[in-house]
């Protein structure tokens, strides 16, 4: 029997899109903002709890990522 979680022999396909933008504003400094959306392969799970009954599940994972930044330009 194997533990809960710590195993998987299963091979996921996940994918990622986004897009961005910087723009100069001063001779040396930069601002950008970029944004990417995440979807990861959901995963089902299943923990058997000793004593109790088997709990399954589905595992989702799909979120998003708004990232900005500043930089100087030397």
């Not at 195993?7 to 970029?34: C, H, R």
């Amino acid at each position: 029997m194997t533990p809960a979680g710590l195993v998987t022999s299963d091979t996921l396909v996940d994918w990622t899109v986004g897009g961005g933008v910087e723009a100069m504003f001063n001779p040396n400094w930069t601002a950008k903002i970029e944004y990417l959306y995440v979807d990861l392969e959901d995963v089902d799970f299943i923990v058997t709890p000793v004593g109790a009954a088997p709990i399954t599940g589905t595992f989702d994972d799909d979120f998003h990522v708004i990232r900005a930044g500043l930089n100087y330009h030397f």
